[in-house]
Antibody
């Protein structure tokens, strides 16, 4: 059974940093693109970043470029999102999802972890 | 970035109704269009991929169509468990943007 479990969310002051983790199991993690998607309270879904299986291709949405870093450790079956210089508008539930290649789909999602950036 | 526009943003329907949601891309995305269903407090769930392919385990009352810039999600005979918010997503280019969502409510 495919499982994705996010952790690392919490309350942080604006300007602060947080590192999210996503532990994957039930599939060959090293064979899949992975994606982070977020959802602000009461709002729609926003694609944040994705990463190729070998980590050599990475893409970000413009609003997080230079502040967020997506990475992965295939030996640990884990995906990460390092978030720096957090702003109030980064407050959201952050989901990791399996998939993200061009023409692909987000087939499995974690339960999400809440990040609150407060001034 | 490609903009994805869904309409309507919300609708009211009854059990048994046929419901259609549209999604328009700001430029051609071939058929690289997915549909997701999300219920309150839950992660999204993939319904349709590549515009018209039904994800395994999804009931056959869900279908998708379209290509280029205009796409449609149809639910024939709406069931109580279908009341939710629906999102389209393009995967033709990054950022792989989502539409704003369509909330389907009980009439």
């Amino acid at each position: 059974e495919v499982q994705l479990v996010e952790s690392g969310g919490g309350l942080v002051q604006s300007g602060g940093s947080l590192r999210l983790s996503c532990a994957a199991s039930g599939f060959t993690f090293s064979g899949y693109w992975m994606t982070w998607v977020r959802q602000a309270p009461g709002k729609g879904l926003e694609w944040v970043a994705n990463i190729k299986p070998d980590g050599n291709e990475i893409y970000y949405v413009g609003s997080v470029k230079g502040r967020f870093t997506i990475s992965r450790d295939n030996a640990k079956n884990s995906l990460y999102l390092q978030m720096n210089s957090l702003r109030g508008e980064d407050t959201a539930v952050y989901y990791c999802a399996r998939g993200g290649a061009r023409a692909g789909r987000l087939e499995y999602w974690g339960q999400g972890t809440l990040v609150t950036a407060s001034s | 970035d490609i903009q994805m526009t869904q309409s309507p943003s919300s609708l009211s329907a009854s059990v048994g109704d046929r419901v259609t949601i549209t999604c328009r891309a700001s430029q051609s995305i071939n058929n690289y269009l997915n549909w997701y269903q999300q219920k309150p407090g839950k992660a999204p769930n993939l319904l349709i991929y590549a515009a018209s392919n039904v994800q395994s385990g999804v009931p056959s009352r869900f279908s998708g169509s379209g290509s280029g810039t205009d796409f449609t999600l149809t639910v024939t005979s709406l069931q109580p468990e279908d009341f939710a918010t629906y999102y389209c997503q393009q995967t033709d280019s990054t950022p792989q943007t989502f539409g704003g969502g369509t909330k389907v409510e009980i009439k």
